[in-house]
């Protein structure tokens, strides 16, 4: 059975953790997975956005020619 560890064990422990640079190459791959996460469902909403100005009779061109800046856009709807 394994011994409990002391406050001061444990205060320990995390700073030998914090310093280890296996830690931090975790930690470099985690942020680039949640990055990677994150860039896919702002793109998953984008795609839905799009379909909703598609079937309102947006697109790309109709978009242009109203010629309203992306600020008054955002305003707008």
């Known amino acids: 059975m394994k011994e ?20 931090r190459l975790a930690e470099k791959e985690q942020r680039i997975r949640l990055r990677r ?10 795609e839905k956005r799009g379909k909703q100005l598609a079937e309102q009779g947006f697109t790309l061109e109709s978009l242009k020619a109203l010629d309203i800046s992306d600020e008054e856009m955002d305003d707008a709807l």
């Open 4 to 23: 409990k560890m002391t406050d001061a064990q444990v205060d320990a422990e995390i700073a030998r953790l914090q310093e280890s640079p296996y830690v």
């Open 37 to 46: 996460k994150k860039y896919m469902y702002q793109l998953r909403w984008l």
